[in-house]
């Protein structure tokens, strides 16, 4: 059966996360030093000169951490999460005919995630993929074993 989580891929975006986590925090750092150091220069004369440099620079560091936050750390640390509470659930086996729905949704504070229908006979499942995850799996019609934590799939194998 092929695994779609592991305790590696966790520990490596979790990993991932603390890393960019120090490069958000580096670049406020940063920007607070040189905005710290551009405020020690200040003079009477020169007062109106480094008034929109320290501005800009604010702003743009803002921002940039902002963005880091968002795109960067936040994701990587909630994939992270999502993997680990995965690998600690129980899993479920089902078989049957995989079809992708083409419906997606996102958890709050955490993945995105791909609808998938399992056709067992008479019977349908409805599961759920995140959506990395979704893209490993085969294409729709295999029919399929696979193994679910919380009605998230972790691991598929194609029958014949």
């Known amino acids: 059966m092929k695994k779609l989580y592991s305790m590696e891929a966790a520990k490596e975006w979790l990993k991932k996360a603390r890393q960019r986590k120090y490069i958000m925090l580096g670049v406020g750092i940063l920007s607070l030093a040189v905005c710290i150091f551009l405020c020690t220069q200040v003079t009477f004369f020169?007062?109106?000169?480094?008034?929109?440099?320290?501005?800009?620079?604010?702003?743009?560091?803002?921002?940039?951490?902002?963005?880091?936050?968002?795109?960067?750390?936040?994701?990587?640390?909630?994939?992270?999460?999502?993997?680990?509470?995965?690998?600690?659930?129980?899993?479920?086996?089902?078989?049957?005919?995989?079809?992708?729905?083409?419906e997606s949704f996102s958890i709050p504070k955490s993945v995105t995630v791909k609808k998938i229908r399992l056709q067992t006979g008479e019977e349908s499942i409805?599961?759920?993929?995140?959506?990395?995850?979704?893209?490993?799996?085969?294409?729709d019609g295999t029919r399929v074993q696979v193994s679910a934590v919380r009605k998230f799939i972790t691991g598929y194998e194609v029958i014949q």
Do not use: C
């Open 46 to 102: 020169n007062q109106d000169r480094l008034l929109l440099p320290v501005i800009v620079l604010s702003v743009i560091a803002g921002w940039a951490v902002m963005l880091l936050y968002v795109f960067a750390y936040a994701p990587a640390r909630a994939r992270a999460e999502h993997m680990k509470g995965i690998m600690a659930g129980e899993e479920e086996v089902f078989s049957g005919v995989l079809q992708r729905t083409g």
């Open 126 to 139: 409805l599961l759920h993929a995140e959506s990395a995850a979704a893209r490993q799996l085969p294409a």
